[in-house]
């Protein structure tokens, strides 16, 4: 159980212990080559939905989220600096993903905060530790928010409903040529404005077998209740492996699991009748159950010249028990989807992109036109990303 104080023997340890094992002196190290850099980056998309819905937001995603219309979804620019000792990042952005990922932040900053993609600094511990703090982009998933570094134009099941960003610490160690360790300490989940007294945890170990085949796994542990509620603890395990076959043809693969205590439960208590006539016949109490999501999906890239590529998506989220998505369907959010996207690189700096998503439900979960849903949503999209 979380409280205000229960990091403080685990940091105790992690600075008393751990860092000192690795830690190098660095005050007679060459420097290395300070840079400033600059960056622009513009993501504008047009998506057709073929469901025809009335309402022109997409639900269950925040990438290409509006229906029928130019638009931007991601633009931002920044400002880094790597040097031998310090680094950092600050990114300003807007666009219709920035709207729907920051919907849920609360307090008087909300509105503000979400123009803020990155905005960190970072110090060199020893030679191969870092410590970063700040709002930074999140660690689990296998997908970047910026469209262009993906193989698929819109992000993932499994990659939208983790977290884009945390506001937080990160160590970061490099234990090995092969073996980077990461260990974060947050707000919470995908939340920079506090919604509680605890701190949630995250770490990450990505392993290089070799450089064509890379394991990572992913981890976070948090109470996700709000102050006035039980607490809600959450476990993730996310574990993504990439793999390049050969030069013109690469896989990825993940697999999520998410557990999640649950809020409360309701106690059969009549008897409580004759004590206080004006007592139900239920109590509710603190739960000792949880409740369960699961996520699988597998990437396929073929690019056969330096100008085209075809890439291919096959996922799968199950949450029957709505804890990340609500539907208000009998049988909660059990969805597949199918995309595909064919790129036209262009230049080293710009990237044309044609993608069909077509997501499947076991329930009538998508709307479609009149005011009704369907099993199936069907999805054109047309993007052109630039980036300097």
């Known amino acids: 159980m979380f409280t205000r104080f229960s990091c403080l023997p685990f940091l105790y340890i992690f600075f008393t212990a751990i860092l000192p094992i690795y830690s190098k002196d660095i005050v007679n190290e060459e420097p290395k080559n300070k840079n400033l850099s600059f960056g622009v980056f513009a993501d504008t998309y047009y998506s057709h939905n073929l469901n025809y819905p009335k309402n022109r937001n997409r639900l269950y995603t ?26 950092g990042r600050i990114a300003l952005q807007a666009g219709t993903s920035v709207n729907s990922n920051y919907a849920n932040e ?11 993609q990155e905005a960190y600094i970072g110090y060199r511990l020893s030679r191969d530790t870092w410590v970063d703090a700040g709002i930074y982009l999140g660690h689990i998933g296998y997908e970047s928010w910026i469209s262009s570094e993906n193989w698929n134009y819109t992000r993932a099941l ?13 160590f970061s160690h490099q234990i090995s040529d092969r073996l980077n360790f990461q260990f974060h300490i947050m707000n919470g989940w995908q939340n920079i ?36 509620e039980r607490k809600q603890t959450r476990y993730y395990q996310n574990l993504i492996i990439t ?9 990825a693969t993940l697999a999520d699991i998410g557990i ?78 199918y995309t595909t996207t064919l790129d036209y690189l262009g230049t080293s700096s710009a990237v044309f992109r044609f993608e069909y998503i077509q997501r499947d439900s076991f329930n009538k979960i998508f709307p479609i036109v009149e005011n009704s849903k369907s099993r199936k949503e069907e999805l054109v999209v047309l993007s052109m990303a630039v980036r300097f």
Do not use: C
């Open 62 to 87: 925040t990438q290409a989220v509006r229906n029928d219309e130019l638009n931007l979804n991601l633009g931002f620019v920044d400002v880094k600096w790597e040097g031998d000792r310090f680094r």
């Open 106 to 116: 609360v307090g008087p900053n909300k509105n503000s905060v979400k123009h803020i």
């Open 158 to 170: 499994s990659s939208e409903y983790v977290p884009y960003y945390a506001a937080g610490i990160r």
């Open 193 to 228: 404005s506090e919604t509680n007294k605890d701190k949630s945890f995250g770490t990450q170990l990505k392993y290089n077998w070799n450089p064509k085949l890379i394991f990572t796994y992913n981890t976070f542990i948090g109470n996700e209740g709000l102050d006035r």
């Open 243 to 251: 793999w390049e076959i050969l030069k013109w043809i690469s896989i």
């Open 260 to 337: 999640q205590k649950n809020k409360q439960m309701f106690v059969y208590e009549p008897y409580w009748q004759l004590v206080n006539p004006s007592l139900r016949d239920y109590r509710e109490t603190g739960s000792n159950s949880f409740s369960q999501w699961y996520q699988a999906g597998l990437w396929v890239k073929f690019q056969w010249t330096s100008f085209y590529r075809v890439s291919f998506r096959v996922e799968r989220m199950y949450d029957p028990e709505q804890v990340i998505i609500q539907t208000n369907s009998r049988d909660g959010f059990m969805t597949s989807a």
